[in-house]
């Protein structure tokens, strides 16, 4: 067994992440780069530290998840979201559950947050926020964001939700205590059910065949009958009907 190889297993075994699941090369490659900054020749001799080692072992934790850090990515599609997506959802309900799937540092559930916030009072909207790394999760509900975040955020949004601290803008504690945000592996743990809308956004790319296939089952599963499942501008489904789904829109996916 190779050192790369040995590592896998000593990461699974120690967190339940399971590296294999990512594509190698793109995977090896940020690691080798992160190992070789941190001053280690091999990956044993890098997970002895690691493991010991709480600071190095978030770093580890964060340089292998993949984090956004925008407001309103790709703005026409969510666009497709407010005018096409949301009003079929409301057309016969008032309440609303929606996973915002790996949602990094936050900048995702709270601009899913302040859209919904347009139709619907906070008591009708239910809202989690998931992500693998505890750290991001702890950034994502301190709510700190440079201005260049939040380009795409008007200027209506940016004084009911937000407070300006001169080197940057502050999520309001109103908008972060109407979102549950917790740790969560989507390649290893279970999923809730009954969603109207999942949101799980550039971070399908970086996992092999096998591992999105598993994941496109578990949405479906996780979505109620004519529930939403968004995904990436890069993530398009060319097989949607496999999973039990339908495409409504580019990149959005209804439960049949």
Same mark, same amino acid.
Request: aromatic letters at 14%; one cysteine or more.
């Given at each position: 067994m190779d050192d790369y190889q040995q590592f896998i297993n000593q990461i699974k075994g120690k967190t339940g992440i399971d590296l294999s699941l990512y594509k190698e090369a793109q995977m090896k490659r940020r690691l080798t780069? #992160?190992?070789?900054?941190?001053?280690?020749?091999?990956?044993? +001799?890098?997970?002895?530290?690691l493991s010991k080692d709480q600071q190095?072992?978030?770093?580890?934790?964060? !340089?292998?998840?993949? /984090?956004? *850090?925008?407001?309103? !990515?790709?703005?026409?599609r969510w666009?497709?979201?407010?005018? &096409?997506?949301?009003? !079929?959802?409301?057309?016969?309900?008032?309440?609303?559950? $929606?996973?915002?799937?790996?949602? *990094?540092?936050?900048e995702e559930p709270y601009s899913l947050m302040m859209l919904l916030l347009k139709y619907l009072r906070s008591t009708q909207i239910d809202l989690l926020a998931?992500?693998?790394?505890? *750290?991001?999760?702890?950034?994502?509900? &301190?709510?700190?964001?440079?201005?260049? *975040?939040? &380009?795409?955020v008007n200027q209506s949004m940016l004084n009911n939700y937000f407070i300006n601290e001169q080197v940057g803008y502050r999520v309001k504690d109103e908008l972060k205590k109407m979102i549950t945000?917790?740790?969560? /592996? #989507?390649?290893?743990?279970?999923?809730? +059910?009954?969603?109207d809308l999942i949101v799980c956004r550039n971070v399908m790319i970086y996992f092999t065949e096998e591992a999105k296939s598993e994941l496109y089952e578990k949405f479906s599963h996780a979505l109620k009958p004519g +529930?939403?499942? %968004?995904? +990436?501008?890069?993530?398009?489904? %060319? /097989?949607?009907?496999?999973?039990?789904?339908? $495409?409504?829109d580019t990149f959005f996916y209804r439960k049949i």
């Open positions: 780069s #992160l190992r070789e900054k941190r001053g280690f020749t091999t990956f044993s +001799g890098y997970y002895n530290v190095l072992f978030e770093e580890f934790l964060q !340089r292998m998840t993949i /984090n956004v *850090s925008e407001f309103f !990515r790709n703005p026409q666009d497709v979201l407010e005018y &096409k997506i949301l009003p !079929r959802l409301l057309k016969k309900q008032t309440k609303i559950k $929606t996973w915002s799937a790996a949602c *990094s540092t936050g998931t992500d693998l790394d505890q *750290s991001i999760i702890d950034r994502a509900k &301190k709510g700190f964001y440079p201005e260049r *975040s939040l &380009k795409e945000f917790k740790r969560h /592996n #989507l390649l290893a743990e279970r999923f809730e +059910g009954g969603y +529930g939403v499942l %968004f995904v +990436g501008s890069t993530e398009q489904i %060319f /097989n949607p009907h496999k999973y039990g789904l339908e $495409t409504e």
